[in-house]
């Protein structure tokens, strides 16, 4: 599980069709901090994100585990809306 930020959005006019209906998004990974960390990801959103919002993405076989996600081509889910972030360092 990663930490991210929406930057964007993807669209796809031609596209596998177990995907037709997905919102697939641009997320730029953030540290704990909040700080932009090298990389970005293309991921499906199952949570209803929006732009500039901090997210919780998951990847490999737990992203087919989001719901509305079970066997489609998807290395990459959005899973949860951060609402604040607490370290105790």
């Given at each position: ?5 929406i930057?964007?959005?993807?669209v796809a ?8 209906g ?7 990974l ?5 700080k ?5 990801l293309?991921a499906v959103?199952?949570?209803?994100a929006?732009?500039r919002?901090k997210v919780?993405v998951?990847s490999g076989s ?5 719901q509305?996600?079970?066997d489609h ?8 809306i951060?609402?604040?972030i607490?370290?105790d360092?």
């Amino acid at each position: 599980m990663v930490l991210g930020r929406i930057v964007g959005t993807v669209v796809a006019t031609r596209k596998d069709p177990r995907l037709e209906g997905k919102k697939l998004l641009v997320v730029r990974l953030v540290s704990p901090q909040g700080k932009d960390e090298a990389g970005y990801l293309v991921a499906v959103d199952t949570v209803g994100a929006g732009f500039r919002e901090k997210v919780l993405v998951v990847s490999g076989s737990s992203a087919r585990m989001a719901q509305g996600c079970k066997d489609h081509p998807i290395d990459a889910s959005i899973v949860g809306i951060i609402d604040s972030i607490e370290l105790d360092e």
